[in-house]
């Protein structure tokens, strides 16, 4: 079978290039979220790989041929510039704990007798909910569902740059080499490449002897912004702070004495600061490192707030249609009464409409208080009731504008019939989305879909409990299987099983049920004590999480979980509720 040759024409007809470019504004804007908390100086650069560099490189690395299964990892590529070169270590564990990372480090090595550029580069994998974005042709080509990340210095960075186009495409390309038989100037583009270095340690060591000078003339905030080098506004320290760090020296130099990567990893915290003060840094540098009470007591009232994730400019672009939920169960058992089925239909009805008047009550103010029919439309807004008491028969039809989201439709759909005694209840919610918003509203439950469970049961072959159902018997296990197995099932089964080594349910299964309750079956199994948890999905898919595949889970973005012991738990039941919406939203594959 002859290799499949990836022209540059190919490339292009296979790669999303509109969703690869959503993918990394989001990874873009969460990178950005980190650094600006920390304070770090920086310029962020990127770019979606084109397709004839991506042809060029496939065909040069010899990617995707039958000799190998290389794939090329930096579609997306992210370069951070760094204005100091201690700030290379803190941006590399931000990253980390930011990201998934897909290997190590590449870092070159720096020997005694050779200078060479300082390089580090990381290759992260893109985060699932981003993933599901892009076209799946883009994964027929020889590439990793990965983004490339290089860190560099200010002083660095030009010389990066001539140093790829001046010499590296040249070897990496096979074209004529500049530099062959030309070994002095050879060696004096080395001897420029060993300036940057000195000049980076040097700027380094010149801002450390600098914040000393301040340190010994006791000015306060001087000696902050040299010794930690972090972009903070200019609000002055509180006097009554400074006036202690004049009267106790030793406490000053506890400040100074600070390891800046500690310091680093408190801003990351997610309940850390808005804006980056004085204040606001002493009172981190004396949470984590210092623990002097005076200076808490004076710092007591500075707040810590969460901080304001980047703004991104809104566009109109061609709307997405997507569904974002939907719910098909029965509200009554078998063999209920008339009356009862009854009850529960007007109960169900009255909310249901209750949610809709509500929403629209400033564009159709003259929608009746009580349940009846209905039409009202305008510009942006439309409003459908039919309802009929005697046949148990319920229809909102509704679509309204996003005052939130420039560009954006919500369609929803809610129909309560009896068939055959049955009481089914059908919701849908659709949103038509530009394509550079469709990430934020990947699922989006109605309100009301909730209220009815507080009031109503659900049935989905069997009755759904809004408690936790813990199974303790093997007669409640076969109950279990039977459910399983029924091919009338709608709805995912979560099965979570005790862990006889740790002697608890390694996942909070009621904080899951809380969650996806409504529309998936939960159950905590203590006769199986292995501490696995089991997903079944209703077209007969299973998914089994051993102990360990728990234990090593990790958000893909960062989150507070890094401050607590249980790393774990918070990851993995993100991750299960992810997967269970996805499969009500018709996006699990």
């Not at 770090?40 to 299964?69: C, E, H, M, P, W």
């Not at 320290?237 to 000053?252: I, R």
């Not at 918003?437 to 989006?444: G, H, K, N, P």
Request: charged share 30%; aromatic share 10%.
């Amino acid at each position: 079978m002859a290799e499949q040759e990836y022209t540059p024409e190919v490339v292009a007809a296979l790669k999303d290039d509109v969703n690869l470019g959503m993918a990394l504004e989001e990874i873009k804007a969460n990178i950005e979220e980190q650094l600006k908390k920390c304070g770090l100086y920086y310029r962020l650069f990127s770019r979606v790989k084109g397709s004839r560099s991506l042809a060029q490189k496939i065909a040069g690395g010899n990617y995707g041929s039958s000799d190998t299964q290389r794939k090329v990892q930096d579609l997306i590529g992210v370069r951070i510039v760094l204005y100091y070169s201690d700030d290379l270590s803190p941006c590399r564990n931000i990253l980390e704990k930011t990201f998934a990372q897909n290997g190590s480090w590449s870092v070159n090595e720096r020997t005694v007798n050779q200078f060479q550029a300082t390089k580090i580069n990381g290759v992260f994998e893109i985060p699932q909910r981003l993933l599901g974005l892009v076209k799946e042709d883009t994964w027929k080509l020889p590439v990793d569902a990965t983004f490339e990340v290089q860190i560099r210095t200010v002083l660095f960075e030009g010389w990066h740059e001539i140093e790829h186009d001046m010499r590296y495409k040249d070897v990496k390309n096979k074209q004529r080499n500049l530099w062959k038989g030309n070994q002095e100037l050879a060696r004096t583009m080395n001897s420029i490449l060993a300036s940057l270095e000195l000049c980076d340690w040097s700027l380094a060591s010149l801002f450390e002897n600098l914040a000393r000078k301040h340190l010994e003339k006791k000015n306060w905030e001087l000696m902050l912004r040299s010794r930690y080098r972090l972009r903070m506004e200019e609000k002055p320290m509180k006097p009554e702070l400074a006036a202690y760090l004049n009267d106790h020296g030793d406490v000053a130099r506890a400040f100074f004495n600070c390891d800046k990567m500690k310091m680093i990893n408190a801003l990351m915290d997610e309940n850390v600061h808005t804006r980056l003060t004085f204040d606001v840094l002493m009172k981190v540098l004396n949470d984590t490192y210092v623990h002097d009470a005076q200076v808490a007591r004076i710092l007591s009232d500075t707040k810590l707030v969460v901080y304001e994730p980047v703004k991104r400019k809104n566009k109109f672009l061609p709307l997405e249609n997507r569904t974002t939920f939907q719910l098909d169960v029965a509200l009554n058992g078998p063999g209920m009464s008339g009356e009862e089925t009854r009850r529960l239909f007007e109960t169900a009805a009255r909310i249901i409409y209750s949610w809709g008047r509500y929403k629209y009550r400033a564009v159709f103010p003259e929608a009746p208080e009580e349940l009846e029919d209905f039409r009202g439309r305008r510009p942006g807004y439309e409003l459908h009731v039919e309802y009929d008491g005697d046949s148990n028969y319920f229809l909102l039809d509704c679509s309204r504008i996003d005052s939130k989201m420039p560009g954006t439709l919500w369609f929803t759909e809610s129909r309560i019939e009896n068939k055959n005694g049955r009481l089914l209840f059908f919701v849908i919610n659709t949103s038509s989305t530009p394509e550079t918003e469709a990430a934020r509203i990947s699922f989006r439950k109605p309100k009301f879909v909730d209220r009815i469970r507080e009031q109503v049961d659900f049935y989905d072959v069997v009755r759904m409990p809004s408690q936790l159902a813990v199974i303790e018997t093997e007669e409640e296990r076969r109950r279990m299987e039977e459910l399983i197995v029924h091919p009338a099932r709608c709805l995912p089964v979560i099965c979570v099983n005790w862990d006889a080594q740790l002697g608890k349910f390694m996942t909070h299964a009621d904080k899951l049920l809380h969650t996806v309750g409504a529309f998936c079956h939960i159950y905590a199994d203590q006769t199986r004590q292995d501490g696995a948890v089991e997903v079944y999905w209703p077209d007969g898919r299973e998914n089994r999480f051993g102990r360990e595949d728990i234990l090593a889970s990790r958000f893909e973005y960062n989150r507070k979980v890094f401050t607590t012991e249980q790393l774990y738990e918070l990851p993995f039941r993100h991750k299960l509720v992810d997967m269970v919406r996805a499969c009500n939203n018709g996006r699990l594959k």
